[in-house]
């Protein structure tokens, strides 16, 4: 019988993460290994491959992988590796967090790339792929996503367009840029891109033996963890929104058309035929902290009538330096006045990030998105059902419940539609 559950596998900063998910999207089954548990080195392949088979070990003991039917990958956006001609990893990889030290890199990327591409700045994965092509031997650069697909569908396999988008690839043309011929980065290193779910090879002999799989099962292209974070909540119509409420504010709007404006951070990835425009700001869980302890935070809540206005105009961060959705690297804070009372204040802070969070969002319609029409939340914060009754007053949109957060469950989102038909 063909396989009747699409796994998802997410590998993140911390660790590995898989799930299985049925023909309707309900989780069957999850389970999850640390990098820590293999290695402590975040940058070694071999760690993140580690932790991926023990994770899906354990997977096994939860659930019958003989019922996979199809899969896909996600993982940190913007990570890259150099590859040599048997594709085996050539030194550590560069993180997405990682920035080039060379200037004359970013300055020759910003001579070429039209300014709406994601390449811009020294933190781009483009910028890495340039450092990483000059290490001896290297023949390939590879996606973290790209690299983990190929443990199951074999070497060489192809990217995709969420994963390339900050390597240059041109989501509206579909391809990679002529400019990028002009660039340092020798061309022909880079490798094919298919759209996010269209069949990139199947789980080969070897991958079947040793994780457990179906032999032949499809795996589908795959996506960025924040990309398959947000379909895993369940979001699926131009206008639905799902912000993360983490250290800091990130906000993804499903559009029917892409947005860029690099001035403010924001760019959209592609998914197909849809687009997720979005940008990340300072405010969040981060300056919300630098004022009170979670459990502070937490006790007062209980105090705070979310249908009320606090009175207060704050801006909270924890220090200077906005990217979204005001661009300024020297905005400062507004955390003034302060009342006496420690829950008028904590009032004052939660409706300042949801009203940048509103912001958010006007900017995104501004630039041509459709106008906010629902909100999913993820991240510590959501779990705050004050702050979430108060974010939709904001907002003026119904608050929806999150079917996930699990980037996981959102890769496996995006392999369903390979199961064969029943």
């Not at 550590?92 to 994601?118: H, N, Q, T």
Request: glycine share 12%; net charge negative.
């Amino acid at each position: 019988m063909s396989g009747d559950l699409a796994l998802g596998v997410d590998l993140g900063t911390g660790g590995a993460r898989t799930a299985l998910i049925d023909r309707h999207g309900a989780l069957i089954a999850a389970a999850s290994a640390s990098l820590a548990e293999i290695c402590p080195d975040r940058r070694d392949p071999a760690t993140w491959e580690g932790a991926v088979a023990l994770a899906l070990s354990r997977l096994g003991t939860e659930a019958d992988l003989g019922r996979v039917g199809a899969l896909a990958v996600d993982a940190t956006s913007g990570t890259v590796l150099a590859l040599d001609a048997g594709d085996a990893p050539v030194g550590a990889a560069l993180m997405y967090d990682d920035a080039v030290d060379d200037p004359a890199i970013p300055a020759a990327v910003a001579a070429l790339a039209p300014r709406e591409s994601a390449a811009h700045g020294p933190a781009s994965a483009l910028a890495r792929a340039i450092v990483l092509q000059d290490r001896p031997g290297v023949r390939r650069i590879a996606h973290q996503a790209d690299w983990i697909a190929d443990l199951f569908s074999g070497p060489g396999g192809p990217s995709d367009e969420s994963d390339a988008l900050k390597t240059g690839y041109d989501p509206v043309a579909r391809r990679w840029p002529d400019w990028l011929a002009r660039s340092p980065l020798r061309a022909g290193l880079l490798p094919a891109v298919l759209p996010v779910g269209a069949r990139r090879g199947a789980v080969t002999a070897a991958a079947a033996r040793r994780f457990g799989l179906p032999q032949g099962a499809p795996v589908a292209a795959g996506l960025t963890d924040g990309c398959a974070s947000f379909l895993a909540t369940g979001a699926g119509r131009p206008g639905d929104g799902v912000t993360a409420l983490g250290t800091t504010l990130t906000i993804k709007l499903l559009s029917d058309r892409p947005v860029f404006a690099p001035e403010y951070g924001i760019y959209s990835h592609r998914i197909g035929e849809i687009w997720l425009a979005g940008g990340a700001s300072n405010t969040g869980g981060g300056a919300l902290a630098a004022q009170m302890a979670p459990e502070r935070i937490a006790e007062l809540s209980a105090r705070i009538d979310p249908e009320a206005d606090s009175g207060l105009d704050y801006y909270p961060l924890a220090k200077p330096g906005e990217r979204f959705p005001v661009a300024d690297p020297a905005f400062a804070p507004r955390l003034t006045p302060r009342p006496d009372d420690d829950a008028a204040f904590l009032h004052g802070l939660l409706e300042g990030v949801a009203r940048v969070e509103a912001l958010g969002y006007r900017r995104l319609a501004e630039l041509g998105a459709p106008p906010l029409a629902a909100i999913r939340s993820v991240g510590g914060g959501a779990a705050n059902a004050v702050w979430t009754r108060m974010r939709a007053r904001i907002l003026g949109v119904p608050a929806l419940a999150a079917a996930s957060d699990a980037a996981a469950v959102g890769a496996a989102r995006v392999a369903l539609p390979l199961l064969a038909a029943p």
